[in-house]
Nanobody, 127 residues
């Protein structure tokens, strides 16, 4: 069984930046659709960004993060990243990386299009 391990979360003030990383073992990021999701307290988990197998930098984004977040991969290191700029308090939540076989909905990204999940890393943005 593979593993996804997120890191890079923390506490920042509004307007700040963070870079999340996801280390994959047992899965190959170059062969899977990869996604980032987040869950705020009391809310459902939502898709943030996704990237297809053959792309390193061209991804898809939720409207709420377009122009601020960038998803990328390093296939040689088997790593997934999420660069988050201009963070706002509404970006607060637990962030998860996920891998899946590119089922329908992977680009949104939809939760049920992904099979494998990390444990998450906390992001807190204060105003």
């Amino acid at each position: 069984q593979g593993q996804l391990v997120e890191s890079g979360g923390g506490s920042v003030q509004a307007g700040g930046s963070l870079r999340l990383s996801c280390a994959a073992s047992g899965y190959t990021v170059s062969n899977n659709c990869m996604g980032w999701f987040r869950q705020a307290p009391g809310k459902e988990r939502e898709g943030v960004a996704s990237i297809p197998p053959r792309s390193l930098y061209t991804g898809f984004y939720a409207d709420s993060v377009k122009g601020r977040f960038t998803i990328s991969k390093d296939n040689a290191k088997n790593m997934l990243y999420l660069q988050m700029n201009s963070l706002q308090p509404e970006d607060t939540g637990m962030y998860y990386c996920a891998a899946g076989p590119c089922r329908v909905g992977w680009e949104r990204p939809a939760l049920d299009a992904y099979d494998y999940w990390g444990q998450g890393t906390q992001v807190t943005v204060s105003s």
